[in-house]
């Protein structure tokens, strides 16, 4: 009797051992996309931190270019795309978008924001 129950299980750890695989897999998968999210963000508010800096600096020289042409120059230097930038009395606030690339081809737009000007 046990040997006819052996028969009836024999395969069974191909089955397991390929649906373990294919959970691994999108565990994977899902880790991937998850830090290219966050490396994403992480650089996109190093971009709007810097051009909001920027753009706060410019404000102050006499005779200096447009703060929001500069936050846009500054912002595509770190790869990024300069969405608004706003002059308010001595303040700038800029919002600053990354496209992060993630697994199967995907792609995710991160935002950040960053205001600058004196304390």
Known sequence: MT????????????VLAVALVGVL???ALAVASVGAAVDARG???AAADLAALAAASS??????PDPCVV????AQLNSAELRSCTVRG?????????TAQ???RLAAHVEAQARAGPA
Do not use: N
């Open 3 to 14: 040997h006819a129950l052996a028969r009836g299980d024999r395969g069974s750890g191909t």
């Open 25 to 27: 897999a999108a565990c």
């Open 43 to 45: 650089r996109a508010q």
């Open 59 to 64: 404000l102050y020289e006499i005779g200096g």
């Open 71 to 74: 936050a846009a120059q500054l």
């Open 90 to 98: 001595h303040e700038v606030e800029v919002t600053a978008t990354v």
């Open 102 to 104: 993630l697994p199967g």
